[in-house]
């Protein structure tokens, strides 16, 4: 699993700039968690591990 800080665009906009994302795979699948504001880091987290321990079971 990845988690990275999407860079923040400096004028008007850009789909996920400034956005908390968690990428990872799971038998050739790409998934993506993806929320706006750095401030919203811990947010994204909890979202991250309420996914993945719903899809361990």
């Given at each position: 699993?990845?988690?990275?800080?999407?860079?923040a665009?400096?004028?008007?906009?850009?789909?996920?700039g400034?956005?908390i994302a968690?990428?990872?795979?799971d038998?050739?699948?790409t998934y993506?968690?993806?929320?706006?504001?750095?401030?919203?880091?811990?947010?994204?987290?909890a979202?991250?591990?309420?996914l993945?321990?719903a899809?361990n079971?």
């Amino acid at each position: 699993m990845l988690a990275c800080r999407v860079v923040a665009y400096q004028r008007g906009g850009g789909v996920n700039g400034d956005h908390i994302a968690y990428v990872w795979d799971d038998a050739r699948i790409t998934y993506v968690i993806s929320v706006h504001g750095y401030a919203n880091e811990p947010r994204a987290r909890a979202m991250m591990a309420a996914l993945t321990a719903a899809a361990n079971g």
